[in-house]
């Protein structure tokens, strides 16, 4: 009868432990990024391969804590497709508020990251969405958290530019294209686009910075280069110019 007892207790003991770690791994933070494999069944009776990526965050998209995202992208034969789904903390339980897919570059790994592009206190994110100049050039699609809409939107033109950064001196968002020289862009969010107001350009040894108004150029200044970099020659000012990358 006693080791009947025991053995119950122990049981029950188990139970408990378990029903805890669970509660514990269903209410941990997460921010991470995994890639599998599966194989799929084609109608012609061929195998082929599907290759997943997921990214999940609750620790800094949006508001930290407030909101949780779950990106998949799935890479099939040379399809590449990519959806989201945010969710809002309300009364300790997940609230699905938004879904969104879109189509991408195959090849192309995901690479999400997170940062606060528009300075009003709200993280939003980029997805990885194509490359040029070997590498050089990381090209990405960014998703602004628009908090009245309570939703991410796309900014339809984030791809046509490089490098996207933001850039806390001027309060606006940076562009840097690499080629035999460098371009560094200036770019304010107006709805879903990126509208650029100025540029400097690098080449040939020399720096000129433009001011653009309703889509004409109007040249600030030109003057040889004096700084030391051989390398991407990015500028965090167009006036006056200023040499300097965003953190």
């Not at 109608?43 to 800094?60: H, N, Y």
């Not at 606060?116 to 194509?130: E, K, L």
């Amino acid at each position: 009868m006693k080791i009947t007892s025991i053995l119950t207790g122990i049981l029950i003991l188990l139970i408990s432990c378990n029903s805890k770690t669970t509660e514990k791994e269903n209410s941990k933070i997460i921010s991470k990024e995994t890639i599998k494999e599966k194989e799929l069944v084609k109608d012609a009776g061929q195998k082929t391969d599907a290759v997943i990526e997921i990214f999940e965050d609750s620790t800094k998209i949006a508001q930290k804590g407030s909101y949780k995202i779950k990106i998949i992208q799935e890479t099939i034969d040379t399809t590449t497709n990519v959806k989201f789904e945010l969710f809002e903390k309300l009364k300790n339980n997940w609230k699905k508020v938004q879904s969104y897919a879109l189509h991408k570059d195959a090849s192309i790994p995901l690479l999400t990251e997170i940062e606060d592009f528009n300075n009003d206190g709200y993280n939003d994110f980029t997805i990885h969405y194509s490359t040029a100049a070997r590498g050089a050039n990381d090209i990405r699609k960014l998703f602004i958290f628009a908090k009245k809409e309570n939703k991410f939107i796309e900014i339809k033109n984030s791809d046509y530019y490089s490098n996207l950064s933001f850039n806390k001196k001027l309060n606006c968002i940076n562009s840097l294209e690499v080629y035999r020289g460098t371009t560094t862009g200036f770019f304010r969010i107006k709805k879903d686009s990126l509208v650029e107001f100025a540029r400097v350009d690098f080449i040939d040894d020399t720096v000129h910075s433009y001011l653009i108004k309703n889509g004409k150029e109007i040249k600030l200044e030109s003057k040889l280069y004096d700084g030391d970099n051989d390398e991407m020659i990015s500028f965090i000012n167009y006036k006056p110019i200023e040499e300097g990358y965003n953190k």
